[in-house]
């Protein structure tokens, strides 16, 4: 079992900067692939980014790709979303998940991690 608890969202003009934090619990967190995704009003669940367990390797979606980072410490049991040049197209909830899995295909789709936090906001002003 992990627990998921999103931090650092908030309101930021557009161009500003944001981190987002998302801290877990349980002693295994190395063990899972780690990701972002986000959902904004009316829309579905976007996949953002995904760290890898040891945090090599990372995958981004066309929108972050450039802008954002993701990055991980294990010994903190903590996921981090380093966002710049934000757009009001940003705004969104945003979501950390853990997948026991690691894999190279299927990543962005949601249904294929087992926990989620409960988001943290993020609005980007024009």
């Known amino acids: 079992q992990v627990q998921l608890v999103e931090s650092g969202g908030g309101l930021v003009q557009t161009g500003g900067s944001l981190r987002l934090s998302c801290a877990a619990s349980g002693r295994t967190f190395s063990t899972y692939s780690m990701a972002w995704f986000r959902q904004a009003p009316g829309k579905g669940r976007e996949f953002v980014a995904r760290?890898?367990?040891?945090?090599?390797?990372?995958f981004y979606s066309d929108s972050a790709k450039g802008r954002f980072t993701i990055s991980r410490d294990n010994a903190e049991n903590t996921v981090y979303l380093g966002m710049n040049s934000l757009k009001p197209e940003d705004t969104a909830t945003y979501y950390c998940?853990?997948?026991?899995?690691?894999?190279?295909?299927?990543?962005?789709?949601?249904?294929?991690?087992?926990?989620w936090g409960q988001g943290t906001q993020v609005t980007v002003s024009a």
């Open positions: 998940a853990a997948d026991s899995i690691s894999r190279v295909n299927g990543y962005e789709l949601g249904g294929v991690y087992q926990y």
């Open positions: 760290v890898r367990r040891d945090g090599v390797a990372t």
